[in-house]
């Protein structure tokens, strides 16, 4: 049913999204499918890396530690842009249709004042508005 999962990670934040990962990974085992980790990131230096290729070296690592631990197939993408805070929905739809994931498993956030008074907005809404890919979203 699936062959592409699409896992958008942040590194510095792993230790709140271990549902996300176990879910993505027991539903790549499920259908044989492919886990793709993906990170959108600036180009300046963040928690995670100092710099948009270190960065990609670590998720690489984390990809392939994760392929391994779990025997699954594994990828991974970093996507630079100059502000995630402005662009990420449209760098995760991109790497969507890029990579042809037929799913993406995604963590959220509990919602806050912010989700109820209307000033954020959550990716996970965005992306099911303007894409045709199956989105799991996970508390």
């Given at each position: 049913?699936?062959?592409?999962?699409?896992?958008p990670v942040d590194l510095s934040h792993l230790d709140k999204m271990p549902k996300t990962l176990e879910i993505s990974i027991d539903i790549a085992k499920h259908y044989n499918s492919t886990l793709c980790y993906v990170t959108v990131t600036n180009t300046t230096p963040g928690a995670a890396a100092h710099?948009?290729?270190e960065l990609a070296e670590k998720l690489r690592e984390f990809a392939e530690e994760q392929g391994k631990s779990h025997g699954i197939k594994t990828q991974s993408k970093?996507?630079?842009t100059p502000d995630t805070a402005v662009e990420l929905?449209?760098?995760l739809l991109d790497v969507i249709k890029e990579t042809g994931a037929d799913l993406v498993v995604m963590a959220s956030h509990p919602?806050?004042?912010g989700?109820?008074?209307?000033?954020l907005h959550s990716n996970a809404a965005r992306l099911v508005k303007?894409?045709?890919v199956?989105?799991?979203v996970v508390r």
């Open positions: 049913m699936f062959s592409k999962i699409l896992v710099n948009p290729k970093v996507i630079e929905d449209d760098r919602p806050g004042t989700d109820r008074l209307h000033i303007h894409s045709d199956s989105i799991f």
